[in-house]
C-alpha cells in the first residue's frame, strides 16, 4: 500500500545545471500536482497533471521549469539551469481520478539546494 | 500575502496540556484540509470539512470549520509528545478545485 513516492529525496545542484525530480502517485490515481514550499511560506502550487495531459501550469515559472507525466512512469519536474533561488523542497500530491481533487496526498519531498 | 492565516505561529505546550490551532481567511472556500508535517517529510492529511459548521473528531483532534466558511481551528485534547510537528491548512476555493491555498502553518511543540 505505497504512498506517493519521490526520489531523489536531497538534491544538490550548481548554479547552472538541470535538476530532474521524480514523482511516483499513488496506486490507482492518475492526477499528480507539484507544489514548491520555501522556508517560511506556505506550499504554492505549480502546475496540475493527468496522464500526458498539463491541465494547469500556472503556478510555475515560464523560464526553466518544465513537467511532465507520460503514458508509464512517473511524473517528472525538470528545473533547467537552476540559480540559488529554487533552491526549495518540492513536493508531488496525487488524487483519485473520480475523488475530490481537493483531497491530495503528499510524497515525502524532494529538498533541492543550488549552491 | 497569504490568502489563508494561521495563528499562532509557534506555540509550546507541557504534554497534557489542551491547544488550538486557527486559520483564517477573508475568503469564502469551498472545503479545508489539515495537515501535519514532521521535518524531512511532506504533509500528511489529517481531515477535510466541507460544510459550514461542521465539527469532525479524530482521536484527540477536534476540527470545525466556520459557519461562514472563512475560518477553521483545530483543538488537540491532552497533547502528547507525537503530536509535535507543522500544522497546515489548505482550502480550496471551489468545489473539486486542485488548485489549494496553504498557511504558512504552526509548529507546535509539546515538551514530555
Known amino acids: 500500500n505505497a504512498g506517493?513516492?519521490?526520489?531523489?529525496?536531497?538534491?544538490?545542484?550548481?548554479?547552472?545545471?538541470?535538476?530532474?525530480?521524480?514523482?511516483?502517485p499513488m496506486k490507482g490515481h492518475s492526477h499528480v500536482y507539484w507544489y514548491r514550499q520555501l522556508p517560511e511560506e506556505g506550499l504554492k502550487f505549480m502546475v496540475y497533471l493527468q496522464k500526458e495531459n498539463i491541465i494547469d501550469e500556472s503556478g510555475m515559472p515560464k523560464e526553466r521549469f518544465?513537467?511532465?507525466?507520460?503514458?508509464?512512469?512517473?511524473?517528472?519536474?525538470?528545473?533547467?539551469?537552476?540559480?540559488?533561488g529554487d533552491s526549495a523542497a518540492y513536493f508531488c500530491a496525487s488524487s483519485p481520478p473520480s475523488g475530490r481533487e481537493e483531497t491530495q496526498y503528499f510524497g515525502p519531498g524532494t529538498r533541492l539546494l543550488v549552491l | 500575502t497569504q490568502l489563508l492565516e494561521q495563528s499562532p505561529q509557534f506555540l509550546s505546550i507541557q504534554e497534557g496540556e489542551n491547544l488550538t490551532v486557527y486559520c483564517n481567511s477573508s475568503s469564502v472556500f469551498s472545503s479545508l484540509q489539515w495537515y501535519?508535517?514532521?521535518?524531512?517529510?511532506?504533509?500528511?492529511?489529517?481531515?477535510?470539512?466541507?460544510?459550514?459548521?461542521?465539527v469532525k473528531k479524530l482521536k484527540r483532534l477536534t476540527f470545525q470549520?466556520?459557519?461562514?466558511?472563512?475560518?477553521?481551528?483545530?483543538?488537540?485534547?491532552?497533547?502528547?509528545?507525537?503530536?509535535?510537528?507543522?500544522?497546515?491548512?489548505?482550502?480550496?476555493?471551489?468545489?473539486?478545485?486542485?488548485?489549494?491555498?496553504?498557511?504558512?502553518?504552526?509548529?507546535?511543540?509539546?515538551?514530555?
Open chain 1, 66 to 84: 518544465s513537467a511532465e507525466f507520460p503514458k508509464e512512469g512517473p511524473s517528472i519536474l525538470r528545473i533547467q539551469q537552476v540559480v540559488r
Open chain 2, 36 to 54: 501535519r508535517q514532521e521535518p524531512g517529510e511532506g504533509p500528511v492529511l489529517l481531515v477535510t470539512v466541507v460544510t459550514g459548521g461542521e
Open chain 2, 65 to 112: 470549520f466556520g459557519d461562514a466558511r472563512k475560518d477553521s481551528s483545530l483543538h488537540i485534547t491532552a497533547a502528547q509528545p507525537g503530536d509535535t510537528g507543522l500544522y497546515l491548512c489548505a482550502g480550496a476555493l471551489k468545489l473539486n478545485d486542485y488548485k489549494l491555498s496553504f498557511g504558512a502553518g504552526t509548529t507546535v511543540t509539546v515538551r514530555a
Open chain 1, 4 to 24: 506517493v513516492m519521490q526520489n531523489p529525496r536531497h538534491l544538490v545542484r550548481r548554479r547552472g545545471q538541470e535538476a530532474r525530480l521524480r514523482c511516483s
